[in-house]
């Protein structure tokens, strides 16, 4: 009885095994050919892209998609980006597993899972409240305790978590928030699609060393906008 019960269950669970097997191909598939054969190298970076379930960060409709080489929607007029775009940002910041990192701008929570899955803290800030919670709540299921998730306006970010060793925002701004580089530790990085409102922007690096900070265009981006709580 228990093993016909057991064959049953095995049976049920069969299509699962196949869906997963199926994503851990595509996302194979995802780095070899969206990646690695662009310029994404370093390892860390490709390591977390293939652990990450994409997948599990995208609605439902559009699920089959998940590993495709492009932005999806994600709902309330918001995108995740292309995972290029996200292994690309990622790799920019020369992570450490040290480091101290502010994401600003949650979205679905899949940036958030790739830098968790490098450094040892991520404090992730997003303003629209349903996609916080339900990235919270993704994050959560998925195991990611060193991934802290709060609601509310990035452009000030997170004064008592700060100095933070790189800044990540994942919002399109027209300049680069004063408090951002305030929170910016001496020797960190911070990343941030800089240009005009609904234009197209530049993905800027900005070094932070003692007063000085060198800043630095790496490629046309187009990214949706930084919202504020005014707004």
């Not at 941030?192 to 981006?221: C, F, S, T, Y």
Request: with cysteine; net charge positive; glycine share 8%.
């Amino acid at each position: 009885m228990l093993l016909r019960l057991f064959a049953i269950s095995l049976l049920f669970c069969l299509p699962c095994l196949n869906a997963q097997e199926d994503y851990t191909r595509l996302r194979e598939s995802m780095v070899n050919t969206q990646l690695k054969s662009r310029d994404i190298h370093q390892k860390a970076t490709l390591d977390a892209m293939l652990k990450v379930p994409r997948h599990a960060f995208v609605p439902d409709n559009v699920k089959p998609y998940a590993y495709t080489d492009g932005p999806l929607g994600i709902g309330e007029g918001q995108t995740i980006s292309q995972p290029y775009i996200v292994a690309f940002m990622t790799q920019a910041l020369k992570l450490k597993k040290e480091s101290r990192v502010l994401e600003v701008g949650t979205g679905s929570g899949y940036q958030a899972a790739v830098l968790g899955e490098i450094v040892d803290s991520v404090f992730t800030i997003e303003i629209v409240e349903p996609l916080g919670l339900r990235a919270k709540s993704t994050l959560e299921n998925l195991g990611y305790s060193n991934v802290v998730v709060r609601i509310g306006d990035g452009y000030n970010g997170w004064k008592e978590k700060s100095p933070f060793d790189a800044i990540m925002v994942t919002a399109g701004a027209e300049e680069i928030p004063g408090p951002l580089l305030e929170q910016l530790k001496d020797g960190g990085s911070m990343i941030i699609p800089v240009g005009p409102h609904r234009g197209v922007r530049q993905l800027v690096l900005i070094e932070k060393k003692g007063d000085k900070l060198k800043r630095r265009n790496l490629m046309a981006v187009r990214f949706v906008p930084f919202t504020r709580a005014e707004e």
